[in-house]
Structures are given as structure tokens and as C-alpha cells.
């Protein structure tokens, strides 16, 4: 913050310029105060700039954008001038420093304040969506650190979704550092965009460091579009957050709604408060907000008036409240947005009181209700039952737009005013929602694209939970049956079996089990689950007493049970360390899939070759095949019983996802087609294209194979043996990174977000049947669904486990 020179303008619309906050490459940013005393940041673009009509063009569409944008993590416009001789833009004034301004003075920021930056700048991208706009340059120099959360800022090179350009055409808009891979290789970029952005800025914020990094563009530009981030000085747990935004597949990355709740799964508002940040930064805030009313009051100051001093007993007689050196003039946006938040209310001249408060007393912000580009002279409408535009309920198709050919003839230079953005919190909502407990009875119409051409179908009621275990939360891995039982894993290592009757109190508890995600797997007389190391554990699964502990040592890592074959064996993903000696400790490690002979205790050590690096394996195991996808999108298979040779490898390409299923001998793969391969020899059998969009998830059972659409949201089934397809199932948006669970007569599938629970369809009419939801969200916690042949359901969701008649 500097004072104003010379050559800076002291007026801009209804705005008196106070001090310099800094300038960029379309202009120069001010300190300013309007005439009821509200303390803003006003961008004025430069001169050169001024003259370019098509840059003109490009500031208007910016102004539309900002002005569009709502949320309480974004700096709201509030009056902007495109048409004035000189444009300018003004928003809230935030008293904080950029994210990229306090790394650089205090270093790297702890693990809890990352998680609740992380949960409001994906606020912030969630209203962007919303309105169909991308901001496409999310860098840690457009985040303000405020004292009650992030801003998100700039959107001068935001684009709609649609195509519309709100900047030049032919350039590469962005920062290297921060970019997405689809900027990187000049594609389209969407929403999903903003997300693997944000990755790299929380990456940033944790440690200091960019997780894609080179000397040259070039090269800086292939890491980002090819190469694995380097995450490896950012503190659990926001690795994996942060890994899950940063896939280089846009339709893999995290949503901004489950980031939000990943990061603060009881709601951004609940750790962005007062102390979110460190101390230093605290105090910088304070001192920031202290400096720009120091300088609103040196420049009201009269002429020839001797100045004050810093202390609240130099301060003139008028600007003194209760000892504080904070005045009642100048207020800045900090304090207006408090001044909300306790209940103020808008007088009729556009002044907030709060009740009974004094009329003298200078306003904290402008008036809210003003629709946009009302000129200033103009009274405040009053909203009525009949004001459309005043309605929030309204759909903006159906409210006056923001600006009209014929306003910008007729106004031209007029600044012009947009209407503060709503500060009801969007969680407070969901709050509400979440109060009704098993709302399995939701009905929700939705239009089934079947052969039949059936029209819309209500939903039934869904059935009532038999039993409700609540407990520990659950790690992310669906039941397994055993005898009447079921078995899952729980924090901080626990493995609990519920008993199918009366699942509301353990049959037994295990403890001491790792946190692997991945379920027990029941074989060779035991319930088997990973310890740590590299151990595995035997648990008789009657009565939950210990059968056997084998550990092989320091020189090995187990870090996922992949599955049982041949009743004795499993097979297990990991890592072999190599050292040079017991002091130099670990010199190099090689991923490594180990097979397991439990009657022997011995481990087969198969390592993994370069195209399997890095990537998640989810393979389906059968008693001579290993079967999954490779790092370089093939669907490959290794044999279980010749130290993992490689059978097979059959080319899909990019977009192949990772999970796949295996019913009789055919191997079922998913992208933008459904292939079916021949277990034995890799050949291709038959393949089914998506219309629209990508199959996203696979299920199987009987003799047909169900797969989810992305584009319409539904459900496919399609003949095994040949390809036929049998019917679809449209259904509303579907959570397609966890297997369909098949049933006996019907399917189920998690929705889109946590607190719309899952879905059940009729198997055989391909016909949506009931919703069944806790109306809990519960962040990156997905629902784990599980049914058997018996006819039992298990539904496990964060810390609750829902026992319910399979259909």
C-alpha cells in the first residue's frame, strides 16, 4: 500500500482514491472510499488499453463475469464504468495479503489452515461454476487471505463454459506453474480445469513449492501435461486431497463440492473463523486493515488541518470509539461483512444501522438491493411479490440481464452498479437438509430413456433399515459376508464383524489391523487383513481370536490386499527395499506385487514393469490370472502361478478407465467404449460406443454386464456373451468411481454427492426404484455398498453402517 502519486486520478464515479494497493498488467489497483464511507479496491485499466475497442469489449464481458459471481469467497463487485473514458471495476477491499505475498514473508502454512484455504477457495469455484463461468487462472497471487477466509479474485481472463471468450483468442492465458494439462496442450478446458489449479496451488501453500517444476517453458509445460507431481514435502493428509485434484484425466479429478467437504467435512464456515490463520498473518491483517484507515482519515483531513498520529488518543475527537484505533469512517470490507452478519439492516438511504444505532454514524456498506447498473442517484427499489429480478428464487434466465446494448448507448460513460451477491451460506442449507435423518422416502421424479419409451416414474418409498451401526468411521472399503456376517475396517485399525441379524453391536472387534483401503478378505480359514509393514494378519472369523501373524521382514512394505485365490493364497501390492546397509537405511524402492502362499508363508516376489508404475491398480484375480489396467492404458494380464508372466496386453487408449470385471471368460474394460476381451488370448470378443460422454463403472452378475453413462447419468445393461444391449436406465448424477454392486434382482449405486445416498434399480426392467440417503455429507467418505445372494444389503457411510433387504 502506497500513497498516491501525482498522476493518479482523486475521483473515480462516486469513488475518492485514497492510497495504491498496486498494479498489474491491465492496470493499477487503488485503496478508495465511496461517499457512505465504504472502503473498496477500485482497478482502473490502463490508457493505452482504454483505447483498444476490442479490449473494451473483453473489460465488459470481465465486468459481466465478476458482477455474476456470488459466494462469500470471492470479492464482490460492486460498481464498475467499461464505457467511462476511463474504465475501471470496483470491489469489496480485502485487508489481507495474497497467498503468493505470505508464503514468500512467513513460509509455508500449517496442515489445518491449508485444509480450510482448501475448502474455501473450492466455495469460491463452486459459485464460479455455477454460473457457468471457468476462471482459468487460479494462482496464489488471486487469493486474498482474509481474516474469516479466502477470496478468490481476477477473473479477467475467465471463459464460460460454452465457448464464449472473455479474453483474446490464440494466446496461452494462465500461469505456467498453476496451469491444467488441457491448458498446457491448448484444449478446451472446463471446470474440472479450476480443480487440478487449485491442486497446485494448495501444494503451494503446504510447502512452499509448485508440484510441477522446469527451466524452461517447454518443459515446464510437458510436466504439467505428462509428468507426476512431486508431492513429496506435503504433509499427510493433504497429499491424497490434493492427489485427487491434480489427475491428469479431468473426468478422474475431485469435485469442488467433495474437496470442500474433504477438507472441512462439517463445513467451510466451521474453520473459516476468527484464528484460521497463523498469528503473524493475523497481525499483518490487522495492521493492513489499521493502514487503510489511517490513510482514508489522512485524506479527509482538511487543508492546512494538522495531521494526527498513530494511537487512539491522536486520533480527532469524532473518530474516537471506546479506546479503539479503529474509526467509524473508512471502514473496511472486514468490518462491513461483520456488520452484515450481526443482523444490520438497510436504511432508505442506502445506510446500515442496527436498530436503534445513531443516524450519525457512517454506514458500513453501500446498498444491497440495487439492481444492476441502477445509477447512484437513483432511491433503492423497494422488492415486492411481483419484482421478478428481486427474487432470488427466480431463475436468471427470467431476471433483466446485466447489461443491454441499449443501456450502454444511453448511459456511456455512467458507471454503473452491481447488486451485492448473497451471503446466505450455501452448507447452512445443506445443514437444514441433512436434519431429516433416513429420508428414504425422497421422491424424485426422473425420465427413463428405456427401449419401452416408458415417461416419468415416481420413486417408492426405500426400505427401513433392519439394524444401524454407529461407531468409528469407516475406512473407504465395502463389507465382506461371511456366514451370516459382516465384516468391516474401521479407525484408528479395527476389523468388526456385525452379525446379519442384529449388526447395532459388534459380534467382536480385532484391533490392530492397518488403515489399508482396501476389505478383508476371507480365505484359508481366517479373515485376512494387512498389519503393519509388511505383515499380514489371521483372524478366526467366528469369534475374532488370532490365528497367525506372518511378517516378512524390514526389506519389504505391504500397502493394499488385492485379493484371494486357490483358498490359500493372496496377493498383495507393495513395495521391495533395497539397502545398502542396516545404517544407510533405504536406498532404493521397486513396486512390487507379492503372492502369498498361506500354507507355506511364503511371498512371491513379482515386480512390477515401468508401464505399471504409478498408477492404481484395482485388479480382478482369479485362480490363474492377474487382470488390470497398466500405467500406459492397456488391459494387461499376468499369470498367478509363474512368478506374474505376462500373458497378454490389449491397446485401449487414454481413455480407459481403471477398474474392470471378469465373468466367465470374457474381461470387461470401460472408456468411451464397453469392450469385451477373451481372458485366455486377449482377442477382442465385442465392443459397445457410448452415445454421448464415457461408461465410467462396471458391474457384473448372471450373464449381463451393467455399466454407468456419464452423458445422460443412468445405467446400462448389456447381453455378456454378445454385446446386446438390454435396456437404460436414466437416472439423476451418479458418484462413478465405485463398482456397481449387483444384487440378485436389482443394482446399486452411490449418487453424486454423499447426502443423496444411493440408488436401487430393477435388474431385469432396468427400472429406477427407490432412493435410500442419510442426508449426511460426509466429504471424500463415499458410500461402500455390499449385497449377497441371501438377500442382504450393507451400506456403510462414514460411521454408520445401514442394514437393509436386498431387493
Not at 597 to 610: G, T
Request: contains cysteine; glycine residues 10%; charged residues 20%.
Amino acid at each position: 500500500m502506497k500513497p498516491l502519486r501525482p498522476e493518479d486520478p482523486e475521483q473515480l464515479g462516486p469513488y475518492r482514491l485514497v492510497a495504491r494497493l498496486g498494479s498489474g498488467g491491465m492496470g493499477r489497483v487503488y485503496l478508495a472510499t465511496s461517499a457512505a464511507g465504504r472502503t473498496v479496491a477500485v482497478k482502473v485499466i490502463r490508457p493505452e488499453m482504454a483505447e483498444d475497442k476490442n479490449f473494451r469489449i473483453r473489460f465488459r464481458r470481465e465486468v459481466a463475469a465478476a458482477a455474476a459471481v456470488g459466494g462469500v469467497y470471492t470479492a464482490p463487485v460492486l460498481d464498475a464504468a467499461p464505457d467511462a473514458e476511463t474504465p475501471w471495476l470496483a470491489t469489496a477491499y480485502i485487508p489481507g495479503p495474497t497467498l503468493a505475498e505470505a508464503i514468500a514473508e512467513h513460509g509455508p502454512l500449517p496442515v489445518d489452515t491449508v485444509l480450510a484455504l482448501g475448502a474455501g477457495i473450492a466455495e469460491a469455484l463452486i459459485a464460479v461454476h455455477a454460473e457457468g463461468l471457468v476462471h482459468r487462472d487460479l494462482k496464489p497471487s488471486n487469493v486474498l487471505l482474509a481474516a474469516d477466509g479466502p477470496r478468490v479474485i481476477d477473473f479477467g481472463i475467465v471463459r464460460a463454459r460454452d465457448g464464449y471468450e472473455l479474453t483474446g483468442a490464440g494466446g496461452l492465458f494462465g500461469s505456467l506453474e498453476y496451469m491444467c494439462p488441457e491448458q498446457a496442450t491448448g484444449e478446451q478446458m472446463g471446470p474440472e480445469g479450476d480443480v487440478f489449479c487449485l491442486g497446485s496451488v494448495l501444494a503451494f501453500a503446504a510447502c512452499g513449492r509448485t508440484p510441477f517444476s522446469g527451466a524452461a517453458a517447454a518443459t515446464l509445460l510437458y510436466q504439467v501435461a505428462h509428468g507426476s507431481p512431486d508431492l513429496s514435502r506435503v504433509p499427510e493428509p493433504l497429499d491424497k486431497i490434493i492427489s485427487l485434484c491434480l489427475a491428469k484425466d479431468p473426468a478422474l479429478r475431485i469435485d469442488p463440492e467433495r474437496l470442500s467437504a474433504a477438507c472441512a467435512p462439517n463445513g467451510a464456515e466451521q474453520v473459516l473463523t476468527e484464528g484460521w490463520l497463523p498469528a503473524p498473518l493475523t497481525e499483518l491483517i490487522a495492521a493492513r486493515r489499521a493502514a487503510a484507515t489511517d490513510l482514508d482519515l489522512l485524506a479527509r483531513t482538511p487543508a492546512g488541518a494538522e495531521p494526527w498520529t498513530d494511537g487512539p488518543d491522536s486520533l480527532p475527537p469524532a473518530t474516537r470509539s471506546r479506546g479503539s484505533a479503529y474509526a467509524t469512517v473508512g471502514r473496511p470490507a472486514y468490518d462491513d461483512a461483520l456488520a452484515e452478519r450481526s443482523g444490520s439492516t438497510v436504511c432508505p438511504n442506502g445506510e446500515r444501522g442496527t436498530g436503534g444505532g445513531a443516524r450519525g454514524a457512517v454506514p458500513a456498506t453501500e446498498p444491497a438491493d440495487q439492481e444492476p447498473f441502477s445509477v447512484p442517484e437513483e432511491p433503492v427499489p423497494d422488492r415486492s411479490a411481483t419484482d421478478a429480478s428481486a427474487d432470488p428464487a427466480t431463475p436468471a434466465s427470467a431476471r433483466p440481464p446485466y447489461a443491454s446494448a441499449a443501456a450502454s448507448q444511453t448511459r456511456g460513460s455512467a458507471h454503473r452498479r452491481a447488486s451485492a451477491p448473497s451471503r446466505v451460506s450455501r452448507r447452512a442449507v445443506l445443514a437444514a437438509a441433512a436434519g431429516t435423518a433416513l429420508a428414504g422416502s425422497v421422491a424424485v421424479a426422473v425420465t427413463r430413456r428405456a427401449t419401452g419409451g416408458q415417461g416419468a416414474r415416481r420413486l417408492v418409498a426405500a426400505p427401513e433399515p433392519s439394524w444401524i451401526y454407529r461407531g468409528d468411521p469407516l475406512l473407504q472399503a465395502p463389507a465382506v459376508f461371511n456366514e451370516g456376517t459382516a465384516l468391516v475396517k474401521t479407525r484408528p485399525g479395527n476389523m468388526v464383524c456385525l452379525d446379519l441379524t442384529n449388526g447395532s453391536q459388534p459380534k467382536w472387534v480385532y484391533q490392530g489391523i492397518s488403515l489399508s483401503p482396501t476389505p478383508v478378505m476371507v480365505t484359508y480359514g481366517a479373515a485376512v487383513a494387512l498389519g503393519t509393514g509388511a505383515t499380514l494378519i489371521g483372524v478366526d472369523p467366528a469369534d475374532g481370536t488370532e490365528q497367525f501373524t506372518l511378517d516378512f521382514g524390514d526389506d519389504y512394505r505391504f500397502d493394499q490386499l488385492l485379493g484371494s485365490y486357490d483358498g490359500y493364497a493372496v496377493s498383495v501390492l507393495g513395495a521391495r527395499l533395497q539397502r545398502q546397509s542396516a545404517e544407510e537405511g533405504v536406498a532404493t524402492t521397486t513396486s512390487a506385487v507379492f503372492g502369498v502362499d498361506l500354507r507355506l508363508r511364503q511371498a512371491v516376489v513379482i515386480p512390477i514393469d515401468p508401464e505399471d508404475v504409478g498408477i492404481d491398480l484395482k485388479p480382478v484375480i482369479t485362480s490363474s490370472y492377474f487382470v488390470y489396467t497398466d500405467g500406459l492404458r492397456n488391459v494387461s494380464v499376468r499369470g498367478t502361478r509363474d512368478g506374474g508372466r505376462l500373458k497378454w496386453r490389449h491397446p485401449v487408449g487414454y481413455d480407459l478407465r481403471p477398474g474392470l470385471a471378469v465373468l466367465g471368460q470374457n474381461v470387461f474394460a470401460i472408456g468411451s467404449e464397453l469392450i469385451a476381451l477373451d481372458l485366455l488370448t486377449g482377442k477382442l470378443r465385442w465392443r459397445a460406443k457410448a452415445e454421448h460422454g464415457q461408461f465410467a463403472s462396471l458391474g457384473v452378475g448372471g450373464n449381463t454386464v451393467y455399466v454407468t453413462g456419464t452423458n445422460p447419468s443412468g445405467v446400462y445393461a448389456f447381453n455378456a456373451a454378445t454385446g446386446t444391449r438390454r435396456w437404460f436406465c436414466e437416472t439423476p448424477r451418479l458418484n462413478v468411481d465405485t463398482p456397481i454392486a449387483v444384487g440378485a434382482r436389482a443394482l446399486y449405486i452411490p449418487a453424486l454427492e454423499n447426502k443423496n445416498g444411493f440408488y436401487a434399480i430393477d435388474s431385469t426392467a432396468g427400472r429406477l426404484l427407490w432412493n435410500f440417503t442419510d442426508g449426511r455429507e460426509a466429504g471424500v467418505n463415499n458410500w461402500q455398498l455390499s449385497c449377497d445372494g441371501a438377500g442382504h444389503l450393507v451400506a456403510q457411510h462414514y460411521d454408520r453402517v445401514y442394514a437393509l433387504p436386498a431387493v
